[in-house]
């Protein structure tokens, strides 16, 4: 059993898989992210999953990747945007982050949202109409990041290094305490 270094969440296209994947190698930890853990685990696209079995199945198999990865995972674990919609989740969270666990919540504006996802298909929830998509979800979701959150990031109109740089300080300072 081991614990993260450290857990990125915050809405679709705010940058956790990439960021994320930053500040692993920064600190040469390895990287983790719940999506990919889950089309590993089925064999298939998260889109793909979305499509054939599901909304609901594809929620019941991330609750269970998060579950895992916060139990095993030592190096720096993204969540999917949606996973803090789970309570068990949020408690889980809640619990890491209070156990003196670090959970940055990446943050950002419809407009960069949209601009970063452009016309990728891999999101399956916003293949219809993505702005408004993104409008409602960063409105519904915000208590909930900010229930499990340690650390708010904003990465709005800003250049993902400067939001790895901001990671890379809460980290060190979190280390040091
Ligand atoms: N700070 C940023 N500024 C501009 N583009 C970004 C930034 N962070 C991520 N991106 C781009 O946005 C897209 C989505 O990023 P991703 O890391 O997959 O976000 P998430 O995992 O939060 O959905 C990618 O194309 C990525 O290169
Ligand atoms: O916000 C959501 O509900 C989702 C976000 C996606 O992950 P990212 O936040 O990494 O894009 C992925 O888990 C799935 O498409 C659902
Ligand atoms: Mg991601």
Same mark, same amino acid.
């Given at each position: 059993?081991?614990?993260?270094?450290? %857990?990125? !969440?915050?809405?679709? #296209?705010?940058?956790?898989?990439?960021?994320? &994947?930053?500040? #692993?190698?920064?600190?040469?930890?390895?990287?983790?992210?719940?999506?990919?853990?889950?089309?590993? +685990? &089925?064999?298939?696209?998260?889109?793909?999953?979305?499509?054939?079995?599901? *909304?609901?199945?594809?929620?019941?198999? +991330?609750?269970?990747?998060?579950?895992? $990865?916060?139990? +095993?995972?030592?190096? %720096?674990?993204?969540?999917?945007?949606?996973?803090? @919609?789970s309570a068990a989740t949020r408690e889980l969270l809640i619990a890491y982050?209070?156990?003196?666990?670090?959970?940055?919540?990446?943050?950002?504006?419809? /407009?960069?949202?949209?601009?970063? !996802?452009?016309? /990728?298909?891999?999101?399956?929830?916003?293949?219809?109409?993505?702005?408004?998509?993104?409008?409602?979800?960063? *409105?519904?979701? #915000?208590?909930?990041?900010? +229930?499990? #959150?340690?650390?708010? !990031?904003?990465?709005?109109?800003?250049?993902?290094?400067?939001? !790895?740089?901001?990671?890379? $300080? %809460?980290? &060190?300072?979190? @280390?040091a305490r």
């Amino acid at each position: 059993m081991s614990s993260p270094a450290l %857990v990125l !969440v915050g809405p679709p #296209a705010s940058g956790k898989t990439t960021v994320g &994947t930053a500040v #692993a190698a920064a600190r040469s930890l390895p990287f983790r992210d719940t999506d990919r853990d889950v089309e590993v +685990e &089925t064999g298939t696209t998260i889109a793909d999953l979305f499509v054939q079995q599901g *909304e609901p199945h594809f929620r019941a198999l +991330e609750e269970r990747a998060v579950a895992r $990865a916060l139990a +095993e995972h030592a190096g %720096v674990l993204a969540l999917g945007g949606g996973a803090v @919609t789970s309570a068990a989740t949020r408690e889980l969270l809640i619990a890491y982050g209070g156990a003196g666990g670090t959970v940055v919540w990446l943050d950002v504006d419809v /407009s960069s949202a949209a601009r970063r !996802v452009g016309l /990728s298909r891999d999101r399956p929830l916003l293949a219809v109409n993505p702005r408004a998509m993104l409008r409602a979800m960063l *409105e519904q979701r #915000a208590p909930l990041y900010a +229930e499990v #959150a340690t650390h708010p !990031v904003t990465t709005a109109g800003r250049a993902p290094e400067e939001v !790895v740089a901001d990671v890379l $300080a %809460v980290l &060190t300072q979190e @280390t040091a305490r």
